[in-house]
């Protein structure tokens, strides 16, 4: 950059610019110059290529009224700076300040030329120091303009201090150690407006960009940062193209409008928002919710009639607004000639040109031919109406205002240290004649003050400014006008953290009914369901499916069901876990009232009967059929329907127990009365042959008695040992219905259950083969035959009892038992008591010795 030559007969040091740029600036001399970079025209013009000595320019065009008000802050600032006796005294400051053009090789140009100074040859001084350059550089106001900026700038660690630049990447502080800025990072931005669409549950957005390091990081980390959050997913990622590229705008466009998202996020700056909102007109994209970053929120060029049915109601980030006083009077009193070195001040010279319309002499002769004005330089700015004088929304100009003043107090804490107590090496101290950039830099790190408006400013250790941004909305007002206005703020504090403060009543929405936009890929899944990611799509995009049997959801988008304990079941809802039903054989239910009653009608019968054989008991039917085993039967009988009342009701461990021990006891209990019946009735028979008197001798009373006990005995010990090995209890079973809980009895062994039915199977049998050998016995006998067929129906209910046990779930296999030994019991009954009760009571006639020995009634 710079060329060391010799001057006459003797070699000084010396140093010449190679090329000197032309640049747009202001300047004003003083101690101590501060640098700024500004946009003060919003576009620039390529000369062609030529391979010439001759430097080529490039042609700024587009005079950016709201850019140049930015630099003339600075120089505000700087003056009040300059008339305070408590900041910085006897130290003047001085500026440079520059317009980059919004292209980055002029920003880039200006800030090399504040950082070498703009001298285009000088001598070293004798220590080797050159003419003085900037001491720090307010701006860029490009993300990508202050990367490239600060690349550079930080190896000479001359301190930068960004007022717009808001790219989260300049936060790494080991690749720009001498960044610093007073807007937020984009980072807290792209938080603040995942907590907007949180708010008010929008779960599905569109994000476009810009296509430069401002809007390419927050595309990288946008969602990350959305999905961390839970506060949703993209349903699409853009990147708005520079220049005029109408097929991808287009493109762009439709697919807006054909996403299910109502809700567009742009970070992107204005010039991009204009060319969007061109094709979004063509297109006729109307029903969406914008959220503007702070780099179109306040733009006023966009705050059109004609683009407000698309754009009213947005919702977007803002710097923090804030007041300078002083700043609207100075801005009226600026003149063309009021800076140092005018040749140098060719901004206030095209700023006075464009307000006014006119030109400074010399000009062309077609601007004089086509009647152009020419400027004087004594027109007054009072006259004029332009929103360069509107200082009641200065938001990036406050941002300018504390970055100057941060540069300002740092100066001002260094020319205070106190020698011998200074932070350098050997605890020195740095002065205003061997200042060095780098010095200046540690003080910046560790400034803190507030601002005339209240807002306190310093910087953490990444050079980032405290997060605070306003959120604004875009009204369209009765008149047709269209303002915007703050509707809450976005902050970070050190106790409370990130917070946001909005008031959703101010809010202007730009649909009807009025109210905010449902934007979601699909509908939240309500309690009872979970979601299902669809394939190939963002996880904002799922099915709701229906919890199973068994399992609930209770809160809204659950990700999964969750499974009931063992002893609840799910509400038809699926939302909770209700307490399953119990199911047993009940006496409340029909089928358990109708076994009750029937096992009671037999117990009642048995009873009748008793009574009727006990009333006539001297009678000859009574007398001739063995009335002790008859009386004995009909005992047994009772116990057996009786019995069956075990079976019904909620299954406890001592019915568990008992049920089976006293159907099988009362079972083999009235087989054996029988089966000595039939005995005795063979044994008669064989007594009245000649020569068989000796046979009755083995039947008597006690031998039937003890007949009976025996038989009876064998299964009282079955039943104990049963009991004792592998007791019967009760059991909840969840096998057989997922919704119910089935209380039964476990027979415990299988083999004592088979050994009890098989004994009494064996005796029931035993009884039918005598029974049926003594069926054609005369009729003075004919018992008999009552027993063949009594015991022919006991062997076939219990016969068909044991697949109908085998094949019934829980309560109906208590049913069935109990209906087997009703059955079975009934058919005892009215097989063997029937026909002598009908003789008893309704043919008494047939009730006499002469018709039991078959001699004196006819049939």
Partial sequence: MFSCFCVTSYCFPSCKLRRKFHLNGVHRSGDVILGGLFEVHYTSVFPELRFTSEPQQLTCQGFDLPGFRHAMTMAFAIEEINRNPDLLPNVTLGYSLYDNCATLVIGFSAALTMASGKEEQFLLKDDCTGTNSVLGIVGDSFSTFSIATSDVIGLFRLPLVSYFATCSCLSNRQKFPSFFRTIPSDAFQVRAMIQILKRFGWRWAGLLVSDDDYGLHVARSFPSDLAQADGGCLAYTEVLPWGKNQAELNRIVHVMKESTARVVIVFAHQIHMIQLMKEVMVQDVTGLQWIASEAWTTATVLQTPQFMPYLGGTLGIAIRRGEIPGLGDFLLKLQPYIFDDNTENNMMIQFWEHIFKCKFAPVAAEWREGGGALCTGHEDLHNIDTEFLDVSNLRPEYNIYKAVYALAHALDRLLRCEPGRGPFSGSSCATLHTLEPWQLIYYLENINFTTSFGDEVSF?????????????????????????????????????????????????????????????????????????????????????????????SNITDSMECHVCPEDFWSSPTRDQCIPKKTEFLSYHEPLGICLTTASLLGAFICAVVFGIFTYHRSTPVVRANNSEMSFLLLVSLKLCFLCSLLFIGRPRLWTCQLRHAAFGISFVLCVSCILVKTMVVLAVFKASKPGGGATLKWFGALQQRGTVVALTSVQAVICIAWLVSASPTPHKNIKYHNDKIVYECVVGSTMGFAVLLGYIGLLALLSFMLAFLARNLPDNFNEAKLITFSMLIFCAVWVAFVPAYVNSPGKYADAVEVFAILASSFGLLVALFGPKCYIILLRPERNTKKAIMGRGINK
């Fill in 460 to 552: 953490d250790e990444n050079g980032d400014a405290l997060p605070l941004y306003d959120v604004m909305n875009w009204i369209v007002l009765p008149n047709g006008h269209i303002t915007v206005q703050n509707v809450g703020v976005v902050k970070r504090t050190s106790f409370k953290g990130e917070e946001m403060a909005l008031d959703e009543d101010k809010i202007f929405w730009n649909f009807w009914p009025k109210g905010p936009p449902v934007s979601v890929c699909s509908v939240s899944c309500p309690k009872g369901s979970r979601m299902a990611q669809k394939k190939g799509k963002p996880v904002c995009c799922f099915d709701c499916i229906p919890c199973s049997d068994g399992e609930i």
